[in-house]
Each structure stands twice: as structure tokens, then as C-alpha cells.
């Protein structure tokens, strides 16, 4: 590999879909870009159902057809299952928008993100996996050094125009600089595996991703069908609650299986793939999100929560915005916090939407069948939610009266 003596316009660290967005979008427009992964790709990640609104930024991309042709499976809709076993009438995106961007699809990671990654470097980006960043140095002003590891060499200095964190919840650059804060009513853990022959929707019925909720409701599963006759499935849970006892993965993971009669039926005939994974999905955000000649992106920026596969959607358009704002920097000459950051403002309000829908979902008090008995005609306005449309004005008055009835229903608890 041979490095840049001066500074690379942009590095991007981290290539997962946020990385590998925010490289291949600046590099497409001729300006000098490194995109670095610590891991070999294609590399095992979690977060395969992808939301329908993906679909803009991955046209954008150009990656549309390449999605086509994967073979991944198809996502139409959304089911929610009680802890009784009673299944809620299925959120089917096209009866709400019928073009196509209403279909999404359920990606393995690996490839979804190795096809990224390889996109990015058919844009102009420099891409280089196993090469890990020992250290970033934020000077006063711009351009800022790092200092890297390649699996077979030696230590190397370069330096970038704009350093941009793409990783993920390992926050590299926010963690560095201590501007992370953590949400104490998220505090969740992750197990979760690939299972072959587990129940599938009937032939040539289309796959959608369901919720489970296990008895009490104090934990859920997912269950996200995936191609090669595979099933994704999750158990997500309160730290606290699920790590309380000295148990192995594999035991919790059972135990609440068991107490799950819905999936319990769904696993009759399967078998898991590899070794379960945990992951802990704590919450978080951060109290600044860009600075002189650096800026966050994906998980790096923040993280909400597994349940509404709201992940890559938020990784995707993160790292498309700040690519339009980088470019839009360097062409001016202007790599200022106010430039690079102009975007996350109105970003973040997005994510604090899908948070509110969020804090809806754990709360046992409260019920979305309730509430759509109240506000039938808030219907599909839950459906552009569930779609990722939180970016736009119309959410606004819906998420505040869902905030409204979440609160209204705690308060009841209390009384």
C-alpha cells in the first residue's frame, strides 16, 4: 500500500454502511479519499432487515440493481406478536405506498457490506481493510494526523483534510474526545444466531420481519427470514434482567425461547447455524457531533435500539448528508464544525423520533393497538414511521401525541 505524503482530503474509518456511504459520495466527486476497516472483509455483522427508505440513498449509490441480483430475501411488511402467541395484523408498506420503494430487503451483513465497500472503491475511494487506527491526533486546525496498523507492516502516519468516525459502536473519535452519553432507560444486551430450517411463510408468500414478545413482555425476539433457507433471530433484553444470573448465552437464550410459545413453534425443526453472538445495545448519543475538520456518522454519532431495524437506515442517510456537507466544505475551502455539521441538527430530530417509538415499545403500560382504536387515522402515519420516514414534518404531530400517550399511560401505573 502505498500511503499519501500530503493530507488525504478525506478518511473515512470504518467501513460499514455509514463508512462506506460517506466515502464512496466524496470520492465520487474527485476528492482524495481513504476509506479503512480494522477487519478482513466480508466480516459477520448484526443488522440484517433493512427499512424500505433505505431505497433512496442506495439508488443514490447506483447499487440498486446489485441488490436485485444478491438473492437476498425481500422484506414487505412488519408483524408484531404478543407474549400470548396472538399475532397483530401485519404492516404491509405497499398498502400504505405502492411504488417500489416500498419493498426492502433482508441482507447478510457481510455481503450487503462487503458490496459497499467495493462500490465505494468503483466510486475512487482508496479501500483498505485489516488496517487498524491506533490513534487519532485532532489538531487545533486542520489537517489532523492518524497513526495505523496494517496486518503485515509497519506503524504509518498519514494526514486528512476531515476525518470522518464511521465506527460504529466502537465510537473511535467520539470516545476519544469523551462526548458520549448514554441513555439509562436502554440499557439492553443482544443474543442472537442464524438458524437453518426454522418456519417460513408459506410457499410464494412474502417474508416480513416479526416481533416477539416473550411472557411478561420483559424481553423480545426478532425473527428475520434471510436467503439459503436462514433465519436470523434475536433475543433483546434489559442488561439488568437478561445477565442477572451466571448463566451461558446459549442457556438464557433457551430459557426465554421456551417461554415463547410463538417462536417456540417456529424453531420445531431448526438448528443453529454458528455459536450465538451477544451484543450489547446500549444507547447512546453524543453532545457534539462534529468539530473542526471531523464529524460522525452511523452508531458513531448515536444508537437507539434493534426493534425497529432502524440501524442501517440511520447509517445510510447519516452518511450521505455528511458526505453532501464535506464536499460542499472542501470545495470552499471550509472544514469548520458549523460546515461539516450542518446537517445533524435537523438529523437529529429524526432520531429522536424513532426513540419516541422506541420508549412506545417499552412500555408495558402502553399499547399500539390502544392507541390506533384512539387514532385510526394515525394508521399510516405509523406505517411511514415504520417505513423511516421520521425526517419528515408530517411525523411531527403524530410522535407528540404518542409521547402523549405513553405518558398518560406511565402516569396511570404510578397512580
Same mark, same amino acid.
Given at each position: 500500500?502505498?500511503?499519501?505524503?500530503?493530507?488525504?482530503?478525506?478518511?473515512?474509518?470504518?467501513?460499514?454502511?455509514?463508512?462506506?456511504?460517506?466515502?464512496?459520495?466524496?470520492?465520487?466527486?474527485?476528492?482524495?479519499?481513504?476509506?479503512?476497516?480494522?477487519?478482513?472483509?466480508?466480516?459477520?455483522?448484526?443488522?440484517?432487515?433493512?427499512?424500505?427508505?433505505?431505497?433512496?440513498?442506495?439508488?443514490?449509490?447506483?447499487?440498486?440493481?446489485?441488490?436485485?441480483?444478491?438473492?437476498?430475501?425481500?422484506?414487505?411488511?412488519?408483524?408484531?406478536?404478543?407474549?400470548?402467541?396472538?399475532?397483530?395484523?401485519?404492516?404491509?408498506?405497499?398498502?400504505?405506498?405502492?411504488?417500489?420503494?416500498?419493498?426492502?430487503?433482508?441482507?447478510?451483513?457481510?455481503? +450487503?457490506?462487503?458490496?459497499?465497500?467495493?462500490?465505494?472503491?468503483?466510486?475512487?475511494?482508496?479501500?483498505?481493510?485489516?488496517?487498524?487506527?491506533?490513534?487519532?491526533?485532532?489538531?487545533?486546525?486542520?489537517?489532523?494526523?492518524?497513526?495505523?496498523?496494517?496486518?503485515?507492516?509497519?506503524?504509518?502516519?498519514?494526514?486528512?483534510?476531515?476525518?470522518?468516525?464511521?465506527?460504529?459502536?466502537?465510537?473511535?473519535?467520539?470516545?476519544?474526545?469523551?462526548?458520549?452519553?448514554?441513555?439509562?432507560?436502554?440499557?439492553?444486551?443482544?443474543?442472537?444466531?442464524?438458524?437453518?430450517?426454522?418456519?417460513?411463510?408459506?410457499?410464494?408468500?412474502?417474508?416480513?420481519?416479526?416481533?416477539?414478545?416473550?411472557?411478561?413482555?420483559?424481553?423480545? *425476539?426478532?425473527?428475520?427470514?434471510?436467503?439459503?433457507?436462514?433465519?436470523?433471530?434475536?433475543?433483546?433484553?434489559?442488561?439488568?434482567?437478561?445477565?442477572?444470573?451466571?448463566?451461558?448465552?446459549?442457556?438464557?437464550?433457551?430459557?426465554?425461547?421456551?417461554?415463547?410459545?410463538?417462536?417456540?413453534?417456529?424453531?420445531?425443526?431448526?438448528?443453529?447455524?454458528?455459536?450465538?453472538?451477544?451484543?450489547?445495545?446500549?444507547?447512546?448519543?453524543?453532545?457534539?457531533?462534529?468539530?473542526?475538520?471531523?464529524?460522525?456518522?452511523?452508531?458513531?454519532?448515536?444508537?437507539?435500539?434493534?426493534?425497529?431495524?432502524?440501524?442501517?437506515?440511520?447509517?445510510?442517510?447519516?452518511?450521505?448528508?455528511?458526505?453532501?456537507?464535506?464536499?460542499?466544505?472542501?470545495?470552499?475551502?471550509?472544514?469548520?464544525?458549523?460546515?461539516?455539521?450542518?446537517?445533524?441538527?435537523?438529523?437529529?430530530?429524526?432520531?429522536?423520533?424513532?426513540?419516541?417509538?422506541?420508549?412506545? *415499545?417499552?412500555?408495558?403500560? *402502553?399499547?399500539?393497538?390502544? +392507541?390506533?382504536?384512539?387514532?385510526?387515522?394515525?394508521?399510516?402515519?405509523?406505517?411511514?414511521?415504520?417505513?423511516?420516514?421520521?425526517?419528515?414534518?408530517?411525523?411531527?404531530?403524530?410522535?407528540?401525541?404518542?409521547?402523549?400517550?405513553?405518558?398518560?399511560?406511565?402516569?396511570?401505573?404510578?397512580?
Amino acid at each position: 500500500m502505498q500511503w499519501r505524503s500530503s493530507p488525504y482530503d478525506c478518511v473515512v474509518i470504518g467501513a460499514g454502511p455509514a463508512g462506506c456511504t460517506a466515502a464512496a459520495l466524496v470520492a465520487e466527486r474527485g476528492h482524495a479519499t481513504l476509506l479503512l476497516e480494522r477487519e478482513r472483509m466480508p466480516r459477520f455483522h448484526v443488522g440484517e432487515s433493512l427499512m424500505p427508505d433505505t431505497f433512496w440513498t442506495l439508488q443514490r449509490l447506483g447499487i440498486l440493481d446489485q441488490l436485485h441480483a444478491a438473492g437476498f430475501v425481500q422484506k414487505v411488511g412488519v408483524q408484531f406478536v404478543s407474549p400470548s402467541g396472538t399475532e397483530s395484523q401485519p404492516f404491509y408498506f405497499a398498502e400504505h405506498d405502492p411504488r417500489m420503494c416500498s419493498r426492502t430487503w433482508h441482507v447478510e451483513r457481510a455481503a +450487503f457490506d462487503q458490496l459497499l465497500f467495493d462500490n465505494a472503491a468503483r466510486k475512487g475511494a482508496t479501500c483498505v481493510d485489516q488496517t487498524k487506527v491506533v490513534d487519532v491526533r485532532v489538531q487545533p486546525a486542520s489537517p489532523h494526523e492518524l497513526m495505523l496498523k496494517t496486518a503485515d507492516g509497519p506503524q504509518v502516519s498519514i494526514r486528512a483534510r476531515v476525518v470522518v468516525d464511521a465506527t460504529g459502536q466502537q465510537a473511535l473519535l467520539a470516545n476519544r474526545l469523551g462526548l458520549r452519553v448514554m441513555n439509562p432507560d436502554l440499557k439492553k444486551v443482544a443474543i442472537w444466531g442464524h438458524y437453518r430450517n426454522a418456519r417460513r411463510t408459506a410457499p410464494d408468500t412474502e417474508e416480513i420481519t416479526t416481533i416477539l414478545h416473550t411472557a411478561g413482555k420483559l424481553a423480545w *425476539f426478532w425473527y428475520i427470514p434471510l436467503s439459503g433457507n436462514k433465519v436470523s433471530i434475536g433475543l433483546v433484553g434489559d442488561a439488568a434482567y437478561l445477565l442477572k444470573q451466571d448463566k451461558q448465552p446459549e442457556a438464557v437464550f433457551a430459557a426465554h425461547a421456551e417461554a415463547c410459545p410463538a417462536l417456540r413453534d417456529r424453531l420445531t425443526d431448526a438448528e443453529l447455524v454458528a455459536p450465538l453472538q451477544v451484543v450489547r445495545e446500549f444507547s447512546y448519543t453524543t453532545r457534539q457531533h462534529a468539530g473542526d475538520g471531523w464529524v460522525l456518522v452511523g452508531d458513531a454519532f448515536g444508537f437507539i435500539d434493534p426493534v425497529y431495524s432502524t440501524g442501517v437506515l440511520l447509517a445510510l442517510r447519516s452518511g450521505e448528508l455528511a458526505a453532501d456537507a464535506i464536499h460542499a466544505g472542501l470545495i470552499r475551502d471550509d472544514v469548520s464544525a458549523e460546515q461539516l455539521g450542518s446537517w445533524t441538527a435537523s438529523y437529529a430530530q429524526g432520531v429522536e423520533r424513532f426513540r419516541s417509538l422506541v420508549t412506545a *415499545f417499552y412500555t408495558n403500560e *402502553f399499547s399500539f393497538a390502544d +392507541f390506533l382504536r384512539r387514532h385510526p387515522d394515525y394508521r399510516g402515519g405509523l406505517i411511514d414511521l415504520l417505513i423511516g420516514r421520521a425526517f419528515v414534518d408530517s411525523a411531527a404531530t403524530l410522535v407528540t401525541d404518542l409521547q402523549h400517550a405513553v405518558q398518560a399511560a406511565q402516569a396511570a401505573r404510578v397512580a
